[in-house]
């Protein structure tokens, strides 16, 4: 037996692995990696594969950075641990919620901490309805959200996400939350132009809250592009007429930058590509670049005056974890002193585009969307009349295990795929990550036809 092997049968007979899509892992065998350098990863039996989803979506700053296990390890030696329940702090955690509050839009000015996305989004669920609790109007329960969104695993977070999936799982949405459209152009708005295809999606918002009642809504929930939900980038119209509709009911709007933030959309938040001004912003993954697992709730003075001044029952072990405090800080100083997220938005950015949208001849591809770092391609059978695949997920699939026969890391949502590279990736990286990527798309469609 090779050494995978023997791995694959440890890992087979006892690891439990999330979001396994059915049987078959145990006869395939999980592949194993073994280390990561930059943008590549290296398996268990040497080969090295572009990562073309940073993880995650998160290595923003890529992987095999010293300065981060240094800042570990200076932390673990001097405070490994300690709480920030009641009325207590430490520096890591101070330091990392100014250092938020001076990077976040308009006055996002104050930091509750979590460990994950999932655990900052249930964080927010109960922010919302705390806070309308403190206001005086405790009938404001109502969350909506968007079909299609992942919020996180979490049964809370789960139940603001819409995927259905998990939901016929059972026991999710728990009550009070409300799932509306999103505005995926290519896949539903074919009758329409994109403009105004993305004002009616928005608008299906006014059509929620009318319908069950102004007075019983406390927020609306989105990302600013759908990314695990297949990077599905709303048609221009679609941001400023949420941000009206939000703004004439007072509801308050929870913008998830899990994904977005820290530079993949080419500005520090996808709220600022967006112009959106969030009351709460949800935040993980490249705030450490996933090399230490946090997130955290950044809301503005007006929701942190609210909570401040009430008894908020609610917190994690964790919550402002001084390792990871420390990790963050020193990834988000790589990060602004490196200058990555101009190059992103100067530079990479727009060479990804222009070679990631080169795609768009390709028989098998619809539609390519991509801004800053994260892209979609949309797989169809037939690029005239959109017509889905007979066996939906299948192409999508397919072509997934074709990139990786081809050591690229591509990702699929159904008949979506997706890329969300580190944000250090080179040009020379790029283009072999769409060189890669056309061959695997071709190999795919001789697949398909055979
Ligand atoms: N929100 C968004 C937009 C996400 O993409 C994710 C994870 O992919 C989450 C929340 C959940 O984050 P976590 O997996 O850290 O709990």
Known sequence: NSPTAELQALDAAHHLHPFTHGAGLAEKGARVVTRAEGCWLT??????????????????????RSELADAAHRQMLELPFYNTFFQTTHVPALNLAAKLAELAPGDLNHVFFASSGSEANDTNLRLVRTYWQEKGQPERQVVISRWNAYHGSSVGSGSLGGM????????????????????????EGGYA????????????LETAILEIGPEKVAAFIAEPIQGAGG????????????????????????VDEVICGFGRTGNWFGSQTYDIQPDIMTVAK????????????IVTDDVAKVIENTEFNHGYTYSGHPVACAVALENLRILEEEGIVDRVRDETG????????????????????IVGMMGSLALTPD???????????TAGLICRERCFANNLIMRHVYDRMVISPPLVISKDEIDTLVERARKSLDEALEQLKA
């Open 43 to 64: 398996d268990s039996d040497g080969n090295r594969i572009l990562d073309g989803m940073a993880g995650l979506w998160c290595v923003n700053i890529g992987y095999g």
């Open 164 to 187: 259905k999936g998990m939901h016929a799982q059972g026991g999710m949405p728990i009550p009070g939350i409300h799932h509306i459209d999103q505005p995926n152009w290519w896949s």
């Open 193 to 204: 132009t994109p403009e105004a295809f993305g004002l009616e999606r928005a608008q299906a």
């Open 231 to 254: 990077v599905i980038v709303p048609p221009e119209t679609y941001w400023p007429e949420i941000q009206r509709i939000a703004k004439k009911y007072g509801i308050l709007l929870i």
């Open 286 to 297: 490249g705030l450490s670049s996933g090399y230490q697992p946090i997130g955290a709730s």
């Open 350 to 369: 727009p060479y990804l585009k222009e070679r990631f949208e080169s795609l768009a001849d390709h028989p098998l591809v619809g539609e390519v969307k």
């Open 383 to 393: 690029k005239v009349t959109r017509a889905p695949f007979a066996e939906p997920g």
